[in-house]
């Protein structure tokens, strides 16, 4: 799993507080089990390695069991071991990293679970996986019980797993966790589509059902702050941040990269402030080069989904996706395939988490993944001129137009932005958070504005559908439950029957002022939403100037 800086935490304050509050509800009785469901390299591996690394409690045994690519001596290595070691260090016991030298140093304190993990022992010997894995899950229980503390147990990629070669692993698993009334299990997972699924059919359970919380890409704020902190005395126009946060899609495993690349090139060439050529050579050596480190990530990544029978379409099928063709019969056609090879490759696409579906429209997810596929491996794949130089040549052309184009987008205004998007609506269906919208073909958009009842000014838009009149409201402050009112009040002056209302908030809403935009029908689109729009139409992100 990739690592991030451990103390830059920007915009995961809020879950570090989330895992504090579980862990003390669990002490008083109170049960809550977590799911932490988001993309790769967003940082759920940190942010629990963070946790576990500033837990400090007398009374919580915490096991981390990282289950990607690991096999079944791995499970039972780090479950047991994780178990008796972290014992050992709250007792201040010997400690040791072997199984059996714990064993003998607990022996005393805990027979019965002395027992049972002698019983693991056995059924691992005689080639039992399925025995010693009920065993294994069902051993916090024994030990909760006989020592008095309670467990925090942590699956990192809990999909992994069905990896493990146990029949029924999910249903075993349930049935443990009901009963445990002393154990907190945080699981997380970066397919949230696959997850999602095994949470709601394979793990519904009776007690302890997930609480899932999705972990996304940090907010386009949040974004410039990490930007800022990375660089630290290293200036950054606030143009190239735009750029800089548009392209990486604000993901902090690409933030962090390049920005220590432009550290090192910074320092090579004497430069203090980073301008166009130098943010283009750092992408290049990371994304381009082929020994970049991103680059090397992402081939080895297609290579890995290209592997089995019949998934070597999988490469071209994502260069056609960065390609913008969204639907499967034009995937099929661009692709020389029939709809029914393309199908089942989206849904494998869409179940470990590279690709998103929106309707009948799918898309890649990650924009930097994205950009990788159109801008170096299509045209690896697709020219006939092999030469390395004029390739890396066409991509820093590639580059250059697309921080002129996010430039030129970052002088437009809000309500400007805001009309370029819903004229690119055509009668589709998303889900965005889990919510459907239908977004109809707009046959004409005007702006104006509006007075809050503070009387100050905020923009509307209006949009006319076949069937009505959308009254679509800008804010980018904060705020509060009048606010909501006199907006509904001015709605009516504007339009006298609206069939639409969305409030479309740049600022975070207080719980209250939600509620009542809620219950007056609006829908509400918070940065998150907006972004996810612009995303999915390929348009670049709106990113707030005057942060750091």
Not at 14 to 30: I, M, N
Not at 85 to 90: A, D, Q
Not at 274 to 284: D, H, K, R, V, W
Request: proline fraction near 4%; charge should be neutral.
């Amino acid at each position: 799993m990739s690592r991030i800086d451990m103390d830059a935490f920007f915009d995961r304050r809020d879950t570090l507080d989330l895992l504090k509050r579980r862990v003390l509800d669990l002490k008083e009785g109170y049960r809550q089990n977590i799911a932490f469901l988001g993309g790769r390299h967003l940082g759920k591996s940190s942010i629990l390695e963070k946790f576990v690394a500033d837990l400090d409690d007398p009374l919580i045994i915490p096991l981390y069991l990282d289950l990607e690519y690991k096999d079944f001596e791995h499970f039972y290595f780090k479950f047991v071991g994780g178990l008796l070691y972290h014992y050992s260090r709250l007792t201040q016991k010997p400690l040791h990293n072997d199984i059996n030298l714990l064993l003998e140093s607990v022996r005393a304190d805990l027979p019965l679970t002395t027992k049972s993990i002698k019983k693991i022992q056995s059924f691992l010997a005689h080639q039992r996986p399925q025995e010693a894995y009920s065993e294994i899950i069902s051993l916090p229980q024994v030990f909760t019980q006989e020592s008095k503390f309670f467990c925090l147990i942590i699956f990192d990629e809990f999909h992994d797993l069905e990896e493990l070669g146990v029949e029924g692993v999910y249903a075993e698993l349930g049935k443990c966790i009901m009963t445990q009334k002393k154990c907190l299990y945080v699981v997380t997972s970066s397919c949230p589509v696959l997850a999602n699924k095994i949470i709601s059919e394979r793990l519904s359970l009776l007690f302890g059902n997930f609480e899932v919380v999705p972990i996304e890409p940090f907010p386009m704020k949040a974004s410039r702050e990490f930007i800022a902190f990375l660089l630290k005395e290293i200036k950054l126009s606030e143009d190239l941040k735009s750029f800089f946060v548009d392209f990486t899609g604000g993901h902090p495993l690409y933030l962090t990269i390049i920005s220590k690349e432009l550290i090192t090139l910074s320092r090579l060439y004497g430069q203090p402030e980073i301008f166009n050529p130098l943010m283009i050579q750092a992408i290049e050596n990371v994304l381009f080069d082929p020994w970049g480190v991103l680059s090397q990530h992402f081939e080895a990544t297609v290579n890995a989904l290209c592997e089995g029978k019949g998934n070597r379409i999988c490469a071209a099928l994502l260069i056609s996706l960065a390609e913008e063709k969204q639907r499967i019969k034009e995937l099929a056609t661009s692709l020389s395939v029939r709809q029914g090879l393309v199908s089942p490759k989206l849904n494998r696409l869409v179940e470990q988490g590279f690709v998103m579906k929106n309707g009948a429209s799918y898309y890649i997810k990650d924009k930097f993944f994205g950009a990788w596929l159109k801008f170096v491996l299509q045209k690896k794949l697709r020219t006939f001129d092999a030469s390395q130089d004029h390739q890396r040549q066409a991509f820093k052309e590639e580059l250059d137009r697309v921080i002129r184009e996010v430039n030129h987008c970052s002088q437009k205004d809000l309500p400007t932005r805001i009309v370029e998007l819903l004229y690119c609506f055509e009668d589709d269906a998303v889900q965005i958070n889990n919510r459907r919208y239908k977004l109809p073909l707009f046959q004409a958009i005007s702006t104006t504005k509006a007075r809050k009842g503070s009387g100050s000014f905020y923009d509307v838009i209006k949009a006319q559908t076949q069937d009505g009149e959308w009254f679509i409201v800008l804010n980018r402050d904060p705020l509060t439950e009048q606010d909501i009112s006199s907006m509904l009040k001015e709605a009516k002056k504007i339009i006298q029957k609206p069939q639409k209302r969305i409030l479309i908030s740049l600022c975070s809403l207080d719980e209250n002022t939600r509620v009542k935009a809620l219950q007056e029908s609006m829908w509400i689109w918070n940065e998150h939403e907006l972004n996810t729009l612009l995303n999915f139409y390929n348009k670049p992100f709106i990113v707030p100037v005057g942060t750091p």
